[in-house]
């Protein structure tokens, strides 16, 4: 068997220090990270830029999956099972009691989408059919098939929240793109 991709869980905060084991002993890892711009807080200004009241803002790398690191090994030598010693373990990625593997396409396409050494917060992953406003019908599985909703919001995740008139109230849910077909007028 050949060494492929999967996932390793950390415990929250732990991310750095178990990378840097990791990679210590020997392990090819991948931990994408995202590029985001964000407001300096006011406690970070200095008095002249507290006085012209405009919003600083800086460049930001954060994780894109936070907690989750993408390491590669072969499942038929076991030492993979050393892992789970490293110090911030929290678990594996399981499938049949075993760390599932990866596509090595999924790590390529997030390793393609990066410009230096981070892919960008505006990437869209995913192309969504839908604006805000429009007015759409539930076609997933389960009880809420077949009604009617209105989007109110997208993420750039491909989730998005639906308001549905229910019980007499208006009910927000959040939904994957494939559940939700647009009503053509």
Not at 82 to 109: H, N, T
Not at 119 to 129: A, D, F, N, R, Y
Request: proline residues 5%; hydrophobic residues 40%.
């Amino acid at each position: 068997m050949t060494a492929s991709w999967h996932i390793v869980r950390s415990v929250h905060g732990a991310d750095q220090a178990m990378r840097k084991a990791l990679e210590r002993v020997g392990y090819e890892l991948y931990y994408p990270l995202r590029r985001v711009e964000r407001p300096i807080p006011k406690r970070e200004l200095s008095p002249k830029q507290r006085k012209h009241h405009g919003i600083f803002t800086r460049m930001f790398h954060e994780p894109l999956f936070p907690c989750y690191i993408f390491v590669r090994f072969d499942l038929s030598d076991g030492k993979w099972r050393e892992i789970s010693r490293v110090l911030g373990f929290y678990g594996f990625a399981l499938y049949d009691g075993m760390p599932a593997s990866v596509d090595d396409s999924v790590v390529s396409g997030l390793k393609a989408l990066e410009d230096n050494g981070a892919i960008p917060g505006q990437t869209e992953v995913k192309k969504l059919p839908f604006n805000i406003g429009d007015v759409v019908t539930l076609i997933g599985d389960g009880a809420l098939r077949g009604l009617t909703a209105r989007v109110q919001d997208l993420d750039e995740r491909g989730r998005i929240s639906v308001l549905i008139a229910m019980m007499g109230r208006q009910v927000t849910i959040n939904l994957a793109a494939e559940d939700l077909e647009k009503v053509v007028a």
